[in-house]
């Protein structure tokens, strides 16, 4: 049987709810920021949405010059690093995203710790993916 806990129903989720919905389980309580159908922690099956705040907070970053095509077709490259990292929930989990609205060029200015919050202004449709930007 197929689970309604995949990443398809969670970028619809994130572009018509404008939400980071993760998943809860019924039985242990564990949180993730992923869609999964079994639970990390208890190994059960019993999982529900759960929403997310979208409040976070920078824990690490990594600058990337060398782009995948996607990326490439933004404007990003080179002279243009993009910004990926991991950030810590206001839950608790961590995930990993690109952060927007930093200068990728300036590793420097970004902060680690700094609070960050869900960007869906550049959601891309065809290729969605986190991302997150100062708040
Ligand atoms: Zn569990």
Same mark, same amino acid.
């Given at each position: 049987m197929a689970s309604e806990f995949n990443s398809t129903a969670f970028y619809k989720k994130l572009k018509e709810d404008g939400k980071l919905v993760g998943v809860r389980c019924k039985a242990c309580g564990h949180l993730s920021p992923e869609p999964r159908?079994?639970?990390? #922690?208890? +190994? @059960?099956?019993?999982m529900e949405w759960h929403p997310f705040s979208g409040k976070a907070k920078l824990s690490t970053f990594t600058c990337i010059s060398i782009v995948p095509v996607a990326m490439a077709a933004k404007?990003? @490259?080179?002279d243009k690093p993009y910004c990926s990292g991991i950030v810590t929930l206001e839950e608790g989990p961590s995930i990993s995203a690109r952060i927007t609205g930093v200068d990728g060029a300036k590793p420097q200015s970004i902060e680690t710790g700094m609070d960050v919050v869900l960007d /869906? #202004?550049? /959601?891309?449709? #065809? +290729?969605p993916s986190l991302a997150f930007k100062p708040a």
């Open positions: 159908s079994m639970c990390p #922690e208890c +190994h @059960g099956f019993d404007g990003y @490259g080179r /869906l #202004e550049d /959601l891309d449709p #065809e +290729h």
